[in-house]
């Protein structure tokens, strides 16, 4: 397949991040946009072949990425030092990472308990394009019923506090301030286990990488 420019990829009379941007400026959730670089944007573009038409091709062109809720949750971007690993990364795109993968999906969004967000691409049953959800309490993809733009309009009318009912814990948010930006929680015993649960299982600092090979050994041994 013959890939587009990037030229042709960033639609210069597209008003999508104007759009993007009000949609911030309207939220009461707390947020940071993260810069990027141009080279950075751009390869991870022409690596995605989408273009800034589309919500998620103006998040990747314009930001390094959305930390939201005091970086509980990461909307991947280009890439930022300020979050682990970007689009292009974390989808093995032109085969740049050792990550493991998943085919026919995209990986758009992670949070800081080893929680995974994807756009289904065929790897589930249910609609293509819309968006799924790898719970690290069940580890089973459930399947949020929106596409990126509404998912994205969700998160920042404030529903984090609903979804994430009974993963969070005291003090979570001054625990947030100490996470290094590669990092995140792992539980022993595991939150999907029986004996796992936010208040009795312990927290573990640890690379988000490993959390999400973690998830997928898990799910391969509980098959």
């Known amino acids: 397949m013959i890939k587009k420019s990037i030229e042709e990829l960033v639609c210069v009379n597209e008003n999508t991040w104007e759009l993007i941007q009000s949609w911030l400026s309207n939220s009461s959730i707390n ?9 950075k944007a751009e390869c991870t573009l022409h690596d995605l072949q989408i273009t ?18 005091h970086g509980w949750l990461k909307l991947l971007g280009s890439g930022n030092e300020k979050i682990f690993g ?31 967000f994807a756009i289904n691409g065929g790897a589930f049953e249910g609609k293509t394009g ?5 719970p690290p309490d069940t580890l089973e993809w459930e399947d949020m019923t929106v ?29 947030m301030s100490a996470l290094p930006h590669d990092k995140g929680f792992n539980f022993y015993p595991p939150l ?8 009795a299982s312990s ?4 690379p988000v990488k490993e959390l999400w090979e973690l998830n997928l050994d898990y799910i391969d041994k509980l098959k």
Do not use: H, P
């Not at 927290?203 to 640890?206: A, D, E, F, L, T």
């Open 203 to 206: 927290r573990k600092i640890v």
């Open 52 to 69: 800034t038409k589309s919500t998620l091709g103006t998040i990747a062109y314009k930001t390094g990425g959305i930390l939201v809720d």
């Open 31 to 39: 947020y940071e946009v993260l810069n990027t670089s141009k080279e």
């Open 130 to 134: 819309n968006i799924f959800y790898l």
């Open 147 to 175: 596409g990126y733009t509404d998912f994205l309009i969700w998160i920042l009318d404030g529903n984090l506090n609903t979804f994430y009912d009974g993963l969070r814990w005291d003090g979570w948010i001054s625990d």
């Open 86 to 116: 970007d689009l292009s990364y974390w989808n093995c795109v032109n085969n740049i990472s050792s990550i493991k993968k998943i085919n026919n999906l995209m990986i758009i969004a992670y949070d800081v308990i080893g929680g995974f």
């Open 192 to 199: 999907w286990s029986e004996q796992g649960s936010v208040e």
